[in-house]
């Protein structure tokens, strides 16, 4: 069973409008959510995170949000640019847990 | 600046072969960490490290071993290759197992068996 989702395997997006990325959990333990990036034939970078005892946390364009009692997250891209198009995972752990859980990722185009 | 870096990036093997994914890292964290990767999933968790000596099984450690005698490498080795261990693996590192530390990924071998 997923513990950590993204239902939208794809998303596309006109340059300099919002993109939006979901994300939904079902471990009510985990304390911390990160997102990162990936381009194709490289590794995933990390890209922003936010701690369950916030709710919004904001680097730059990119502004993450937190719904614990929806065990919910979002990621906003605003404005979106050509370069943003990459694949997005979510991932989530645990307080005490050496390991984090990544969701199957989320392809974002941008489109010039 | 390397970071972590992993070789090869391509390989085929026959079924029952073996071979040994390479992993090093320059950046003196503690903790490594190899994943899998199949289409349309999430990283999957092989085995993780904590430090030089001490590895650990994680999500999906069966027909995969691992060895940590070095801060700095942390070899995947296949025993006996099976068309379900294609994929593309990747290694990563962290400076502590905190939560909130993000991980540092290498570039990945794609890995296919044949």
């Known amino acids: 069973d997923q513990q950590v989702k993204q239902n939208s395997p794809s998303l596309s997006v006109q340059e300099g409008r919002i993109s939006i990325l979901n994300c939904d959990y079902t471990?009510?333990?985990?304390?911390?959510f990160l997102w990162y990036k990936k381009y194709p034939a490289e590794g995933p970078t990390f890209l922003i995170s936010?701690?369950?005892?916030?709710d919004k946390n904001e680097d730059g364009r990119f502004t993450v949000f937190l719904n614990k009692s929806a065990k919910h997250l979002s990621l906003h891209i605003v404005p979106s640019q050509p370069g943003d198009s990459a694949v997005y995972f979510c991932?989530?752990?645990?307080?005490?847990?050496?390991?984090?859980?990544f969701g199957p990722g989320t392809s974002l185009s941008v489109i010039p | 600046n390397a970071g972590v870096t992993q070789t090869p990036k391509f390989r085929i093997l026959k079924i029952g072969q073996s071979m040994t994914l390479q992993c090093t890292q320059d950046?003196?964290?503690?903790?490594m960490y190899w994943y899998r990767q199949d289409p349309g999933m999430g990283l999957k968790l092989i085995y993780y490290?904590?430090?030089?000596?001490?590895?650990d099984k994680g999500e999906v450690p069966n027909g995969y071993n691992v060895s940590r005698s070095t801060t700095e490498d942390f070899p995947l080795r296949l025993e006996l290759a099976a068309p379900s261990q294609t994929s593309v693996y990747f290694c990563a590192s962290s400076r502590t197992g905190d939560s909130n530390q993000p991980q540092h990924f290498g570039d990945g071998t794609r890995l296919s068996i044949l």
């Open positions: 471990n009510s333990m985990f304390d911390y």
């Open positions: 950046m003196n964290h503690n903790y």
């Open positions: 936010i701690s369950s005892i916030k």
């Open positions: 490290s904590v430090g030089a000596g001490i590895t």
């Open positions: 991932a989530a752990s645990e307080v005490s847990y050496d390991k984090v859980i």
